[in-house]
């Protein structure tokens, strides 16, 4: 037995089901856990695509800005670097316009000239508000080596050091910046955290594990100081002052005023350009003015313990839903509800990171992937395909409408044998022998298909299921393979429909100039067998069988001899009996069967009698089973006066002459022996 039919044959598919979903998420939770270099890449990538695309620029803090080396001063200037004079001239005028924090993204580590050193440090003493950068040097290992620092003497003025060291990822963009280094066993501030803390009026910070405590501040950063920049935007997002603007004095004081002044290269040609989400060729003095302007807004990207948490239950809860999805609906709804719920995490994730927290869209979106290409794998291999067997099983006698709830739970056939209640219902044509051996086989499979063909489609219209055609015979039944609580009022309803078509068929018929023809039929509801029968692999048919289905091929053989066009058992007859009216024929006893069974003709647009006369023939046999027989006689004759073509009282007329002239034994308990089948 395949596989597939072995999880199903044990009733194990919603188990097994689990187990793939609890597989697939369980290993996106490893690659995320392990940090898995090829898709962090692609997470990495995301982090710039929320920036430029998604999020766009902010309004960044207005009271930072930028003195620019910008192709202005140099062509007014000469060559970069400059004289220390212009510098201390610079610094002068930034003093005299009550600039807050000067932060040189610069170093002067050699000696110009006595002269101008001189000044330099000075005008940096003077101000008392500068910044000077300064740069850690690296071997192989990671370990620092050496330290590039402005001269001693320039440095005794300064307010502070910032280092300016910065680490692009492995794609050269720079999304990390540190905001601590150590050296000799001191930990060195970066441009950006120093410029915040001069800004704030923060003498000191305390590191901690993954964030840094500036005085009620605290900055996330990971495990090695490194904070992720919050960008604002793209080169020039901060005012930009040309550096000979100011040092001359065409800057107007006010808007220098009480400002942080970063001041570094824009300059494509000094070669201080770096790649950031939104652009390949950002001033690196701008990062670093990005760095303070988070720390000071309080605008950062966290990604922290909480969100790692946040992530892994996405990743489970994205991988179940689109499993649950996949499993459960068709393809062509699966599919759009997946759009959907990717689309719905997008736009949390896009939320999440513009108020902060940097939620992770690769590992949850690659949960639904797998969870779609495993429960879709799933469903196709073993679901669908127990489905598609469903349909090739039942399409040919199964109403479209019940083949798709098949399909949908194929587990509720019970395909192997089960125990059902349905109702079964056998019909024939009344004299087709004769006909047949009248008539052309061409002319007679012409009638006969036209005539099956129109039964199939009402049968199926009321949800039936067409078992077999025995000749010009048909055997359907109500109640299996799906369990249908009303298969006896389907059944009826059935048989009134049937013999509405029938007469439009009639009608056309004789139209047509053709010979008509009518059926009759037999019907009874009770407990059956229902499953496959035949050789697996051959020849397989799904059918009902038992005593029920007996007894309404029965009824169909006796309508005949009562000459009514459906009769019906006992177990329709209390099934539907407030639906449906009935007369009551006979109580008979057939052949094989011990106990007696009370047949009943439905009359509502199925019989020749009105109701009148179906209350008429119940007194009348009421007054037979008393042994009444000239009483009993008089009343069928009664019935025959109304309609002269009733059959069941032309019989009773007949027995009771006959036991007026041959009484019964004693214990005649009003039965009827059937010596046919």
């Not at 962090?40 to 695309?53: I, Q, S």
């Not at 039942?394 to 739970?409: C, G, I, M, Q, T």
């Not at 099956?452 to 299996?480: C, N, P, R, S």
């Not at 199925?606 to 007054?623: I, M, T």
Request: hydrophobic share 45%.
């Amino acid at each position: 037995m395949p596989f597939w039919k072995k999880i199903l044959a044990r009733g194990n598919a919603t188990a097994f089901s689990v187990l793939l979903a609890v597989v697939s998420i369980t290993s996106v939770l490893f690659l995320y856990y392990t940090q898995n270099s090829f898709l962090e890449a692609f997470e990495a990538k995301t982090y710039d695509l929320r920036f430029k695309d998604l999020r766009g620029p902010i309004q960044p803090n207005p009271d930072i800005a930028i003195i620019a080396f910008d192709d202005k001063s140099i062509a007014e200037l000469g060559r970069y670097p400059w004289s220390r004079d212009r510098y201390a001239q610079l610094i002068d005028k930034l003093s005299a316009a009550k600039a807050r924090v000067v932060l040189f993204d610069a170093f002067f580590p050699e000696r110009e000239n006595a002269k101008n050193d001189r000044l330099f440090a000075a005008a940096v003493k003077r101000a008392g508000n500068v910044v000077l950068a300064a740069a850690l040097h690296f071997d192989k290992e990671g370990r620092v080596t050496s330290i590039t620092r402005s001269l001693p003497e320039i440095e005794r003025g300064l307010a502070g050091v910032g280092l300016i060291n910065m680490f692009p990822d492995d794609d050269g963009v720079v999304r990390r910046i540190p905001l601590l280094l150590e050296k000799d066993g001191k930990q060195m501030p970066s441009l950006g955290l120093l410029g915040a803390m001069l800004a704030l009026g923060e003498s000191g910070f305390v590191s901690g594990d993954f964030d840094i405590e500036l005085g009620e501040r605290r900055i996330p950063v990971d495990g090695e100081n490194k904070m992720w920049v919050n960008y604002v935007g793209g080169p020039g997002v901060y005012p930009r002052y040309s550096f000979t603007d100011v040092m001359n004095g065409r800057i107007p004081a006010e808007k220098l005023k009480g400002k942080i002044l970063f001041v570094g290269a824009t300059a494509l040609g000094i070669y201080d350009m770096r790649v950031t989400p939104f652009d390949g060729n950002t001033p690196g003095v701008e990062l670093h003015a990005t760095v303070a302007d988070n720390i000071i807004s309080g605008r950062y990207i966290r990604q922290s313990g909480i969100e790692a948490l946040i992530d892994m239950a996405f990743i489970i809860a994205m991988g179940v839903v689109a499993f649950i999805l996949t499993i459960r609906l068709h393809q062509s709804r699966a599919i759009p509800a997946t759009v959907v719920l990717l689309v719905g995490y997008l736009w949390f994730t896009t939320y999440m990171f513009n108020v902060g927290h940097w939620i992770n869209m690769i590992y949850p979106t690659m949960s639904v992937i797998v969870a779609v290409l495993v429960g879709g794998g799933f469903r196709y291999l073993v679901l669908e395909r127990s489905a598609r067997e469903m349909r090739s099983m039942f399409s040919s006698y199964l109403s479209p409408k019940l083949v798709a709830r098949l399909e949908k739970d194929p587990e509720a056939a019970r395909i192997g044998g089960d125990t059902k209640e349905v109702t079964v219902l056998f019909t024939d044509i009344k004299g087709f022998t004769s006909f047949s051996e009248a008539h052309p086989p061409q002319e007679v499979v012409s009638r006969l298909n036209q005539y099956l063909g129109a039964m199939v489609q009402v049968i199926e219209q009321h949800d039936g299921t067409i078992d077999k055609f025995i000749g010009d015979g048909i055997m359907a039944y109500w109640g299996a393979p799906l369990s249908q609580p009303d298969h006896a009022r389907l059944a009826i309803d059935c048989i009134k429909a049937i013999n509405e078509r029938m007469k439009s068929l009639r009608a056309q018929w004789q139209a047509e100039g053709l010979e008509a023809f009518t059926i009759r039929g037999g019907i009874q509801s009770g407990e059956v067998v229902a499953g496959n029968v035949g050789l697996a692999g051959k020849k397989m048919e799904y059918t009902v069988i038992g005593d029920t289905v007996n007894q309404a091929a029965r009824l169909e053989g006796t309508a005949k001899y009562y000459g009514v066009t459906y009769l019906a058992g006992e177990d329709t007859y209390q099934r539907t009996r407030e639906t449906c009216r009935y007369r009551e024929l006979d109580k008979i006893r057939v052949v094989g069967k011990q106990f007696p069974v009370t047949i009943y003709e439905p009359l509502e647009g199925l019989s020749l009698l009105d109701v009148a006369a179906a209350g008429q023939f119940g007194v009348a046999l009421a007054l037979y089973r008393t042994r009444d027989w000239g009483k009993a006689r008089d009343a069928f004759q009664k019935v025959l006066d109304v309609a002269p073509d009733d059959k069941p009282s032309k019989i009773y007329m007949e027995r009771c002459e006959y036991f007026a002239q041959n009484p019964p034994a004693a214990d005649w308990d009003g039965v009827f022996n059937r010596a046919e089948k």
